[in-house]
């Protein structure tokens, strides 16, 4: 396995990607091990460079905050193929443009009834519930990532006024819809699940659908945007998304 000298941690990106095995059927490619703007641009240049010229027998592309795991046919490929070919891939990645980011917009209800843990957020950092809202829909956020449940968006540039560690014990069930913040890390519960993320609201616009031709409606890449709304304009999104 590659494991060329990086630079410090101070570095994010690194110099030359880091490979490892995934499994039987998958090779990891490191690009450093935080997460940055930078190191996920080169990730989603990556795979949109892959996704053009897909090497013999890679079967699927996975991106995450600070790598791309590669699925492989071992009937077809290896990673002593692999790792030279997709080497050179990322030595060229230099003049790749990006894809323009679709920018979705997202109804939220900031309500304590649907976010039970909203005052709780709000005490810890000395702010009114109305300015955690305020801050928490202020940026657009990155989708960095998609993962733990069908279409669960992990999302970038959360406010630092608003980082709040994950609860010491998680819940068995959190409602589908369900806006969490964890940490330095805020995202959208798609379906019913135990979590342990600090809940500030419920969005009513479903995120994983199986009866949708596009199942998943967020996507690595993506810049997603929270606009809040009141519970009445909550309710009649709900019955107009069920």
């Known amino acids: 396995m590659n494991r060329t000298q990086n630079p410090p941690k101070e570095y994010p990106l690194y110099d030359t990607p880091e490979f490892r095995l995934a499994g039987d059927r998958g090779l990891l490619m490191a690009f450093g091990e935080t997460i940055d703007p930078g190191i996920n641009a080169r990730i989603r240049a990556m795979a949109s460079h892959l996704s053009r010229e897909l090497p013999q027998g890679v079967e699927e592309i996975i991106p995450t905050y600070c790598s791309l795991i ?29 894809p323009e980011p679709e920018v979705v917009e997202l ?25 955690v809202v305020d801050i928490h829909t202020k940026p657009l956020y990155p989708v960095y990532m998609i993962g733990f449940t069908p279409g669960f968006p992990y999302l970038g540039g959360l406010d630092e006024r608003l980082h709040t560690g994950r609860l010491s014990s998680p819940r068995t069930h959190v409602p589908a819809g369900s806006v969490g913040i964890a940490n330095n890390q805020t995202g959208i519960y798609p379906i019913a699940s135990p979590g342990g993320w600090q809940l500030i609201g419920q969005c009513p616009v479903k995120l994983f659908d199986p009866d949708r031709e596009n199942p998943i409606l967020l996507k690595a890449g993506s810049l997603l945007k929270f606009r809040a709304v009141s519970m009445d304009e909550f309710v009649s999104l709900k019955e107009e998304n069920r």
């Open 70 to 98: 590669l699925v492989y046919d071992p009937a077809e490929t290896c990673p002593d193929i692999l790792i030279p070919e997709l080497t050179a891939m990322n030595d060229g990645l230099d003049d790749e443009s990006l």
């Open 107 to 131: 109804p939220v209800c900031y309500h304590p009834d649907l976010g039970p843990d909203l005052l709780h957020v709000a005490e810890v950092h000395g702010l009114t519930p109305e300015a």
